[in-house]
Nanobody, 125 residues
Framework: QVQLAESGGGLVQTGGSLRLSCAAS????????LGWFRQTPGNERELVAAIIWFGDKTYYLPSVKGRFTISRDNAKNALYLQMNSLKPEDSAVYYC??????????????????WGQGTQVTVSS
C-alpha cells in the first residue's frame, strides 16, 4: 500500500511562488507515474502536471506551462511541484497522486490509484 503526504501549501500573493512536496511510503515509487491535481469547490479534480515513471517525460496543464515545474526524486521517494508567478485562479486544494500501471492514460483522476490528503494553496490578488 502506498501512502502519500503533501506539504508546502499556504497563502501567497499574486506573482509569488510556492513549492509543494509529496512524500511517499510503501510501494515501488520509481515505477509509478505521478501527478499533481487540483480541485476547487464544485469542480472535478484536474491534472496540473504529471511525470512519467521512466525518463523525464512530463505533462502540464496549458494554463500552468512555463510557470510550474514538476520533478521527482526517486531516491527520496519524493515528488515536487515548483509553482512560480502564481495567480488567483491557481487557488485550490492540490493533491499528489500515483499510478501503478505503466501504460495507458494518466490524464484523469480515475487513472490514479493512490492519493494524498491535499494541501491548500491560496493566491491573493
Amino acid at each position: 500500500q502506498v501512502q502519500l503526504a503533501e506539504s508546502g501549501g499556504g497563502l501567497v500573493q499574486t506573482g509569488g511562488s510556492l513549492r509543494l512536496s509529496c512524500a511517499a511510503s510503501g510501494g515501488t515509487f520509481s515505477t509509478y507515474t505521478l501527478g499533481w491535481f487540483r480541485q476547487t469547490p464544485g469542480n472535478e479534480r484536474e491534472l496540473v502536471a504529471a511525470i512519467i515513471w521512466f525518463g523525464d517525460k512530463t505533462y502540464y496543464l496549458p494554463s500552468v506551462k512555463g510557470r510550474f515545474t514538476i520533478s521527482r526524486d526517486n531516491a527520496k521517494n519524493a515528488l515536487y511541484l515548483q509553482m512560480n508567478s502564481l495567480k488567483p485562479e491557481d487557488s485550490a486544494v492540490y493533491y499528489c497522486a500515483a499510478r501503478q500501471l505503466q501504460r495507458g492514460s494518466y490524464g484523469h483522476a480515475d487513472d490514479y490509484d493512490y492519493w494524498g490528503q491535499g494541501t491548500q494553496v491560496t493566491v491573493s490578488s
